[in-house]
């Protein structure tokens, strides 16, 4: 079984940083990319930064220059640094991660999510 867990949410004022974590544990033999997402209520969940195991990145357009993810491959780790942030980022913010796992009947590869942590950006 694989678990992800993020950190990092909190209340920040406008213009200010944080950086959201996320640790995946259990069984894990390969992860072979991240992605983060936000959610605010009563809008549909969106991509925010993705991050493959090479390294590749991409971010959405209104947080480009501003948001910037990244790894550790040895702490199976992911991370979201935030910048210059706005009151429109607030939101929930997911970790998502493709994840080969070890299981009884041989690797598994799935995808799966952490339960989000709340990012507030107000003065």
């Known amino acids: 079984q694989v678990q992800l867990v993020e950190s990092g949410g909190g209340l920040v004022q406008p213009g200010g940083s944080l950086r959201l974590s996320c640790a995946a544990s259990?069984?894990?033999?390969?992860?072979?990319?991240w992605a983060w997402f936000r959610q605010v209520p009563g809008k549909q969940r969106e991509l925010v930064a993705a991050i493959t195991d090479f390294g590749d990145t991409s971010v959405k357009d209104s947080v480009k220059g501003r948001f910037a993810p990244s790894r550790d491959r040895a702490k199976n780790t992911a991370y979201l640094q935030m910048n210059s942030l706005k009151p429109e980022d607030t939101a929930v913010y997911y970790c998502?991660?493709?994840?080969?796992?070890?299981?009884?009947?041989?690797?598994?590869?799935?995808?799966?999510w952490g339960r989000g942590t709340l990012v507030t950006v107000s003065s």
């Open positions: 998502n991660a493709d994840i080969e796992s070890r299981a009884d009947t041989g690797p598994v590869r799935n995808d799966y």
């Open positions: 259990g069984s894990v033999k390969t992860i072979y990319g």
